[in-house]
């Protein structure tokens, strides 16, 4: 079945660094792409998404590209804050949101 | 944006007890919303699929008669934790997906319960 690695964590940096979160997926046909966020103790939050490949989404500073030749979608920040502490999922979607596979998560730690 | 809002965010409760968790899409009609459990630094495990006017479809070694999940309306999924015990203590969140031809999961806050 479908299924979605991400690099275990945690995570810790210090401010200003730059963070590089791997993700892989395992899937028939064409996913959509996406990186959530969770803060401590809040539900899921959509940071980005890319839809076909070589798509690029992008928000708040980070980024990710839709590489369907490694099979990838790692996240990145150039320099990242505090504020940035959180897990991250990576996901994929098929069939319009019907079918949602997440990764274990990665918990990043930005230290000041 | 689309906003989905989970009710109650916190709820303890006595073992052997019943507790309802809501969860409304405000601003958008959901035909398909999710219901997931999370245990501690875990990734999200999804329990059940709840679709508007029909019965809810349970995920492999989620016990349907005890996480009871009603979709009466396009706004409106609960879930029912019935006979609460200390080992159904977890967070609970769920999702929806905005109408049809939206790629898009938008997430409750979630909620945590604890038995006692």
């Known amino acids: 079945g479908d299924s979605v690695t991400q690099m275990e964590g945690p995570v810790t940096l210090s401010e200003e660094a730059f963070l590089t979160i791997n993700c892989t997926y395992t899937?028939?046909?064409?996913?959509?792409l996406f990186w959530y966020v969770q803060y401590p103790g809040e539900g899921l939050q959509l940071l980005l998404k890319?839809?076909?490949?070589?798509d690029k989404g992008s928000n708040k500073g980070f980024e990710a590209t839709y590489r369907k030749e490694t099979t990838s979608f790692h996240l990145e920040k150039g320099s990242v804050q505090v504020s940035d502490s959180a897990v991250y999922f990576c996901a994929l979607s098929k069939n319009y949101g019907q079918n949602f596979v997440f990764g274990p998560g990665t918990r990043l730690s930005v230290l000041p | 944006g689309a906003v989905v809002s989970q009710h109650p965010s916190w709820v303890i409760c006595k073992s052997g007890t019943s507790v309802k968790i809501e969860c409304r899409s405000l601003d958008f009609q959901a035909t398909t919303m999710f219901w997931y459990r999370q245990f501690p630094k875990q990734s999200l495990m999804l329990m059940a699929t709840?679709?508007?006017?029909?019965?809810?479809?349970?995920e492999q070694g989620v016990e349907k008669d005890k996480f009871l999940i009603n979709h009466a309306s396009l706004t409106l999924s609960t879930l029912t934790v019935t006979s609460a015990h200390p080992e159904d203590s977890s967070f609970y969140i769920c999702?929806?997906?905005?109408?049809?031809?939206?790629?898009?999961?938008?997430f409750g806050a979630g909620s945590r319960l604890t038995v006692l």
């Open positions: 890319a839809t076909k490949a070589d």
């Open positions: 709840s679709n508007e006017g029909s019965k809810a479809t349970y």
């Open positions: 999702s929806a997906v905005r109408g049809s031809g939206a790629n898009v999961l938008t």
């Open positions: 899937a028939t046909g064409y996913p959509s």
